[in-house]
């Protein structure tokens, strides 16, 4: 499924939000310089608000259509996974990782960052966790078990719980603590909203895991469905963001 996301690359860069700025500018404050490497960049949302707040950034991508629309934005990009990336003797003051990390061993990753970071380098993990108003989620949720009841987005609640995602980068933490080579790592959290219309939100949706996978008819039934909801409320409703953060800083000086 890693590799489905980049089936429409410009519907994908134009419709998922970007970062807190507060988030992007506590990991460049806490690094000891501007070289920055962007693991799982995708098309490149991350790594442009990077390059927006001073840092030169290097985006490693395994998804080549995903890694060439980023190009075409102006990153420089190199397609491979984390895992098997060659970095050349390549050093970096910070490796971030954008609702990317999942897709990386977590333990094999944060050794690896650990051997590409400079002295106090930093490794920050962090994602969004989305909570739509029941009005929207519980139609959406219906329509996904109705259109793929094999699928195993099909057995999840219409609202997750924030602790399951807490507990999700709680255990992010606990492996990069594993390897030794970070300091004790910290857990952040910014809290934010954004409004969507109807259109935007039926935009974003098959961006979204389990989606970019269907038939076009399931996709279909689940907009239909979702749309009408959001018709209910007016067109228009909030979506309230939890953005989720596990940072940590290469120990040692070597």
């Known amino acids: 499924m890693a590799e489905s996301f980049g089936m429409d690359a410009q519907r994908y860069d134009q419709a998922r939000p970007g970062y807190p700025d507060a988030l992007v500018a506590r990991i460049v404050a806490g690094s000891p310089g501007p070289d920055v490497l ?107 078990r109705r259109v793929a009841p094999d699928s195993p987005f099909g057995n999840q609640p219409a609202r997750r719980p924030l602790d399951l995602y807490r507990a999700g980068y709680a255990k992010f933490a606990d492996k990069i603590c594993e390897t030794g080579r970070f300091t004790e790592p910290k857990q952040w959290r910014f809290d934010w909203e954004q409004s969507y219309t109807r259109d935007q939100w039926l935009d974003l949706l098959p961006t979204t895991g389990g989606l970019t996978q269907l038939r076009p008819d399931q996709l279909a039934e689940i907009l239909d469905a979702v749309g009408g909801a959001i018709d209910a409320l007016g067109g228009r409703f909030t979506m309230h963001y939890t953005t989720l953060a596990a940072t940590a800083v290469r120990a040692g000086t070597s």
């Open 38 to 144: 962007d693991v799982g960049c995708g098309t490149g949302i991350a790594a442009r608000q990077f390059q927006a707040a001073g840092c030169a950034v290097l985006g490693i991508e395994p998804d080549a259509r995903m890694a060439e629309f980023a190009q075409g934005r102006g990153l420089q990009v190199e397609v491979a996974t984390f895992e098997a990336w060659e970095p050349a003797g390549r050093r970096f003051d910070a490796v971030v990782a954008a609702q990317s990390w999942h897709w990386v061993d977590p333990v094999a990753g944060a050794v690896k960052a650990a051997q590409v970071l400079r002295p106090d380098g930093r490794l920050a993990i962090f994602g969004h966790v989305f909570e739509p108003p029941a009005e929207v989620a519980e139609p959406f949720a219906a329509a996904f």
